[in-house]
């Protein structure tokens, strides 16, 4: 996949997070570390203040769970949560959540590991544009200046993992870095793109380039995600991430 994929728009603005269209199965699954009652509520329809204060516990129980469970096993079974479960109740519970509550923030979370799977390749060399050199950046995500597809996948795992195993407000901190370096690649790349074709137009060719406009956009909600996140870790160090 190459950086191109980026101008499609695959990321929404910072008060939707992260593209939440079917990201899983089309078929109506149901997370199995919900708890039954919930996605028997759903199932039969609630209202969206009932919806809200669902989300709120899934999200408080599902994290409370993982951090008092020894078993790897587990662990493993909620960072794949969406992979092999399926979206459709996760959507429904935590997709419309606001970004300074706990459902919002690993809603953005979720969708943010599925999203640096699918696009692992086109991010490794974005990285390197927004990375050019060893910093702190590199220190906190954990990825050197030089990433293949491979470490993407892995430090994709590493932050949701980190969220439920780890210190939640250091995943969120390492998850706003990411964004913020991959923000940085795509508007290097966009702007590359629009001085080679200030010069080609110079020399008469018609060259406009409809690509960047796009990923100017999708740097700009990467951006905003990035805040989401710091804004976040900000909020659980101070107990008011709920």
Known sequence: MSIDSFASG???SSSHSFSSARLGS???ARPAQLDQAVADHLAGGVDPQQISELSHTSAASLLDRVHHSEDPQVVQRVLSLIDHEGIDV???LWSRSEADSLPGILWRLYTLRTW???NRESISLLWRS????DT???AIVGIDQAPVASDIAKT???ILSGAFTGDFAVALERACVFCEVIASGLSREADRRGKESISQEALGVDSGDPKVASMLKTSRNLSGTAKDFKHGASLWRRGKLE
Do not use: T
Request: aromatic share 4%; no cysteine; hydrophobic share 35%.
């Open 10 to 12: 695959s990321v929404h």
């Open 26 to 28: 089309n078929r109506p």
């Open 90 to 92: 996760v959507a429904e």
């Open 116 to 118: 640096m799977h699918r």
């Open 130 to 133: 927004g990375e050019p050199f």
């Open 136 to 138: 702190a950046a590199s």
């Open 156 to 158: 994709a795992d590493s």
